[in-house]
């Protein structure tokens, strides 16, 4: 396999190449370097290859790794945050990627103020509506986001989506533009920005680019299988 900078840039060109593709502006697409189950080591090569922002979906894992890494790396949390968590994880994380019931939002903005804190969150929206996965329906969120927004720690900075799995990444793309439209629908009719679109992973990082997709979650095409 490929040196890790080499993978690395070629995520970043391919992210670059989509986004010519469909007139938007490469710089308008942050790539959060999907770090989980990797080591410390392997996290520094990649800092050192020029990345900065990373993804981890464990807690525990992060907690652990973290402190062993240079300020200059910037986390995101990208995985279902359980409530009894959240007190670890919330000063760890510069975004939530994956807020997925009101529940939670309402628990995390409780211990967010307790710990003086203004989390930056997405929402995850279950597009495809599969039991298996967590997040808002659409319908549940066009109810729900009201109440979210009226939370005073919690802030919504946008959404994101887990498509299903599928071979093709073509098969994705409805489901991201689906995002895209549900995105435009709720900032007309709630009349607040949602920045961000996270979406996209190894398998179709390219399309959801395409797709409008302002945060891509690639892990194995950087750091490998895992
Ligand atoms: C693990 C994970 C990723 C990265 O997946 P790859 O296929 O390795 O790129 C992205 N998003 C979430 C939510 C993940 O859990």
């Given at each position: 396999m490929?040196e890790?900078?080499?993978?690395?840039?070629?995520v970043?060109e391919n992210i670059?190449r989509?986004?010519?593709a469909a007139?938007?502006?490469?710089a308008?697409?942050?790539?959060v370097?999907v770090?989980?189950t990797h080591?410390p080591?392997?996290?520094?090569?990649?800092?050192?290859?020029?990345?900065?922002?990373?993804g981890e979906?464990r807690?525990?894992e992060a907690r652990a790794?973290l402190?062993?890494?240079p300020?200059?790396a910037?986390w995101?949390?990208?995985g279902?945050?359980?409530k009894n968590?959240?007190?670890?994880a919330?000063?760890l994380?510069?975004?939530f990627h994956?807020?997925?019931s009101?529940?939670?939002?309402?628990?995390?903005?409780?211990?967010?103020?307790?710990?003086g804190l203004y989390?930056?969150?997405?929402l995850?929206?279950?597009l495809a509506g599969?039991?298996?996965?967590f997040g808002f329906?659409?319908?549940g969120?066009r109810?729900?986001?009201e109440e979210?927004?009226t939370?005073?720690?919690v802030?919504?900075d946008g959404?994101?989506?887990?498509?299903?799995?599928?071979?093709?990444?073509?098969?994705s793309?409805?489901?991201?533009?689906?995002?895209?439209?549900?995105?435009?629908e709720?900032?007309?009719?709630f009349?607040v920005?949602l920045?961000?679109l996270?979406m996209?992973?190894t398998?179709d990082?390219?399309v959801a680019?395409e797709?409008?997709?302002?945060?891509?979650?690639?892990g194995?095409a950087i750091?490998?299988?895992?």
């Amino acid at each position: 396999m490929a040196e890790l900078s080499t993978r690395l840039d070629s995520v970043k060109e391919n992210i670059e190449r989509a986004a010519r593709a469909a007139r938007r502006d490469p710089a308008g697409v942050d790539l959060v370097a999907v770090s989980k189950t990797h080591p410390p080591e392997v996290i520094r090569e990649a800092l050192d290859a020029g990345q900065s922002l990373f993804g981890e979906s464990r807690v525990q894992e992060a907690r652990a790794k973290l402190p062993l890494l240079p300020a200059r790396a910037h986390w995101h949390f990208i995985g279902h945050l359980q409530k009894n968590k959240m007190r670890q994880a919330l000063p760890l994380f510069e975004l939530f990627h994956g807020v997925d019931s009101l529940e939670s939002a309402r628990e995390m903005n409780r211990v967010a103020k307790e710990m003086g804190l203004y989390p930056r969150v997405l929402l995850q929206v279950n597009l495809a509506g599969e039991s298996s996965k967590f997040g808002f329906s659409p319908d549940g969120l066009r109810r729900e986001l009201e109440e979210i927004l009226t939370l005073d720690r919690v802030q919504v900075d946008g959404l994101m989506t887990i498509p299903p799995a599928a071979p093709e990444a073509e098969a994705s793309r409805r489901c991201f533009a689906g995002l895209w439209e549900l995105r435009d629908e709720l900032q007309a009719a709630f009349g607040v920005p949602l920045k961000h679109l996270s979406m996209g992973m190894t398998q179709d990082y390219t399309v959801a680019v395409e797709e409008g997709a302002t945060l891509v979650r690639v892990g194995t095409a950087i750091f490998g299988p895992r």
